[in-house]
Nanobody, 122 residues
Framework: QVQLVESGGGLVQPGGSLKLSCTAS????????MGWFRQVPGKEREGVSC????????YYADSVKGRFTISRDNARNTVYLKMDSLKPEDTAVYYC???????????????WGQGTQVTVSS
């Protein structure tokens, strides 16, 4: 069964950090670009960050550039999103997905996780 499972979300104060994980089962991440997306109720899902198949390309939305870092561990079949200096406007459900990833563009396709809630509040 093909599955992506996110974890690591939670409640954090402004300025704090969280590290999200996305672990795949039923397929190998090595052959896929991977990305993180987020969605707030009533708004469209937006791309946050992605990493290409060979790790040569990463992309960050302007709103998170310099604060978030994407990485992958193919041995663990897992992709990560380290989020620092969190702001209340980062509050959203975060999803991972297999992703077409280019330097200025990302698009999720095929496989999506169920999402993990990130809440930034004092």
């Amino acid at each position: 069964q093909v599955q992506l499972v996110e974890s690591g979300g939670g409640l954090v104060q402004p300025g704090g950090s969280l590290k999200l994980s996305c672990t795949a089962s039923g397929f190998t991440l090595d052959y896929y670009g991977m990305g993180w997306f987020r969605q707030v109720p009533g708004k469209e899902r937006e791309g946050v960050s992605c990493i290409s198949t060979d790790d040569s390309t990463t992309y960050y939305a302007d709103s998170v550039k310099g604060r978030f870092t994407i990485s992958r561990d193919n041995a663990r079949n897992t992709v990560y999103l380290k989020m620092d200096s969190l702001k209340p406007e980062d509050t959203a459900v975060y999803y991972c997905a297999t992703t077409l990833c280019y330097s200025g563009f990302m698009r999720g396709y095929d496989y999506w996780g169920q999402g993990t809630q990130v809440t930034v509040s004092s």
